[in-house]
């Protein structure tokens, strides 16, 4: 740490309590008061290095002899620094450092220890090392701490905003540029040389935790200004946030922090401040932020009840990069007042309509006419983005299916706030529609089919058609679709079979000289093969048969009100068991995480979490 030695005369004082005496062996004739501490000084020595001074004392000059009294209760930095002026002024030995600069520094101009009271006065002792401070990191910090307790001086002397464009000059130089000397090397226990230390990016993040937030914000602002990577910008944000915001922590309670801890926790008024402060800070450029970060950030505002401003700039920021989500985080508890549903489906529901929003932007920018190399690379991971969105959506809806007391209008909404071309298989939606339908047995044959029309029967797999084609949960109508589906998925794989078939056999017999020369030859093989052909023919024909079949006896089943089973016995004649038990295994849900509610309590309302359509 830098430091300065100014005067040379030995310790002169010597304290008493509450009362400093100098020891020189003359009486005091004058008597400084700050706060408490009395100092007993003579007059010379004062007036003739403080403007100040000189002027108090000749006001209170007495003609009686007796000690005057002044009451200095104003003066930058209090009895503290009134000390070492003191001892300046009796050119005691006393010593710079960056701890105490400041204080002098503003003291000396309060007492107007200018030069014209001496050569080499407090002013330009304190200012020349000051310059000296600012040259070093941490000495500048240190000075720049002890700010906070002469601000208003300290910003009236431009010190804060001097050590500020100091600290962001460094922080924004490039580390590589200079080697700082950390750690000293020892051979056989003597000094031989320093050794630097290669530094990273966020070598800074630290050393300005300790700063108070507004000293931190205008940190913050000078190193933008200066320059600075955006993504290294967030990464001071998030160390200063980590460490200021216990609610932060993962192991922390939604509602109370672990009352056993002995560090000293930041009320939730000053945790609210902070965390407003920091998302107004936050970079806005895309992907600077870990999603995982922002939804952090997002839950702990819940939890603090932040500025509805706050929460939707950090409900926008999350939609901005939904498709870099997990769904472990978009699980949030709900925690308004009037919880209803075990998750904040509303919450969710505005993040995906931000997404959505800027993917529209983002579509609409594309001219339909000229298409460049660049827009179509932007095209195609937009189409990659969307498309991880609806597969979470779908996982989403799954998780909070169960939950009886989803309404039917915000499961639908959620659903089809994302686009048909986003899901190549509707195995996701189905897979959340058939967990909400057994979860809510009580909705109207009018609502199952609102909910059955979230999903494309075209775009489910074999697994899919076949466990829908038997799900009882589902509308008639939707499982003839499903059947007629497969049917014609089946039928349109036979007829390309057929089709690559012919051309390789017209390919294998390029003329009928050369048929007819080898006709001897591969005749058994032809017999063989136009056997198999005509079975598959005989197979589609059948299949035709009874798809055509299975439509009239539909239409007998709805003008009679018959069961519906005969249509799965008819199709589960036909489908391969093996595939169904695959996909039942498959339907089942994965456990997910179980976040604690307000109370600490999980509540599953009458629903359980799975999937069980057997």
Not at 65 to 80: R, T
Not at 185 to 206: L, Q, R
Not at 385 to 401: F, G, K, R
Request: net charge negative.
């Amino acid at each position: 740490m830098a430091y300065m030695k100014l005067g040379s005369k030995s310790e002169a004082f010597h304290r008493d309590g509450q009362t400093w005496h100098c020891t020189s062996g003359l009486q005091s004739d004058v008597t400084i008061e700050i706060g408490e501490m009395s100092f007993h000084l003579h007059k010379f020595p004062l007036l003739s290095r403080s403007g100040l001074l000189e002027n108090l004392i000749g006001e209170l000059t007495t003609t009686d002899g007796s000690s005057s009294v002044l009451q200095l209760n104003q003066l930058p930095g209090g009895a503290k620094s009134f000390e070492l002026v003191a001892k300046f002024c009796y050119g005691v030995k006393i010593e710079l450092t960056s701890m105490n600069v400041v204080c002098l520094r503003c003291a000396s101009e309060y007492l107007q220890m200018t030069e014209e009271y001496g050569e080499g006065n407090l002013i330009a002792q304190t200012e020349s090392f000051l310059n000296e401070v600012f040259g070093n990191w941490t000495d500048t910090i240190k000075a720049l701490e002890t700010c906070e307790e002469v601000i208003p001086h300290a910003e009236e002397l431009h010190i804060v905003s001097r050590c500020i464009n100091s600290l962001a000059m460094k922080a924004c130089a490039d580390p590589k540029l200079f080697n700082w000397p950390v750690g000293t090397v020892f051979w056989n226990g003597i000094c031989t040389a320093t050794k630097p230390h290669p530094m990273s990016d966020d070598w800074w993040y630290e050393d300005v935790s300790f700063l108070s937030l507004p000293l931190y914000k205008r940190l913050i602002q000078a190193v933008e200004e200066g320059g600075m990577r955006a993504e290294n910008i967030a990464g001071a944000l998030v160390f200063y946030a980590k460490k200021y915001i216990p609610q932060m922590n993962r192991q922390s309670s939604f509602k109370n922090l672990n009352s056993a801890s002995t560090i000293s926790i930041p009320s939730e008024a000053d945790q609210r401040a902070l965390l407003e402060e920091i998302v107004e800070l936050l970079p806005t450029q895309k992907g600077v932020i870990h999603t995982r970060f922002l939804l952090r950030l997002l839950r702990t505002a819940m939890v603090l009840q932040v500025s509805p401003s706050c929460r939707e700039n950090l409900e926008r920021r999350v939609g901005l990069q939904l498709d870099q989500a997990s769904l472990e985080d978009l699980l949030m508890p709900n925690m308004g007042y009037s919880v209803e549903t075990l998750y904040d489906i509303d919450c969710f529901q505005r993040i995906l309509d931000h997404f959505m929003s800027m993917d529209n932007q983002a579509s609409t920018a594309v001219s339909p006419c000229i298409v460049e190399e660049s827009q179509l690379m932007e095209g195609t991971q937009s189409l990659t983005s969307i498309t991880m969105v609806a597969n979470l959506v779908d996982a989403y809806l799954a998780d909070v299916a169960p939950d009886v007391n989803l309404k039917f209008p915000k499961f639908q909404s959620l659903a089809a706030a994302v686009p048909d071309y986003a899901r190549p298989l509707s195995d996701g939606i189905y897979r959340a529609i058939d967990i909400y339908l057994k979860a809510h047995q009580w909705l109207t044959d009018s609502e199952r089919e609102q909910i059955c029309r979230l999903m494309n029967c075209q775009k489910l797999s074999l697994e899919a058609s076949t466990h829908a084609a038997q799900n009882e949960r589902l509308p008639l109508r939707v499982i003839v679709q499903v059947l007629f589906f497969e049917q014609l998925r089946l039928r349109t794989s036979i007829s390309g079979w057929f089709f690559v078939s012919d051309n390789l056999e017209n390919s294998q017999n390029p003329n009928s000289s050369v048929l007819e020369l080898s006709k001897n030859e591969d005749l058994n093989g032809r017999e063989g093969r136009g056997s198999s052909v005509e079975d598959m023919r005989e197979r589609v024909s059948e299949l035709e048969k009874e798809c055509e079949s299975m439509r009239e006896e539909f239409q007998k089943l709805v003008k009679t009100k018959r069961s519906w089973n005969i249509f799965c016995r008819r199709k589960s004649h036909h489908c391969n068991s093996k595939s169904s038990k695959h996909f039942n295994a498959k339907m089942q849900p994965q456990p997910q995480p179980q976040p604690q509610s307000v109370n600490g309590d999980r509540h599953h309302g009458n629903g359980v979490k799975g999937h069980s359509a057997q």
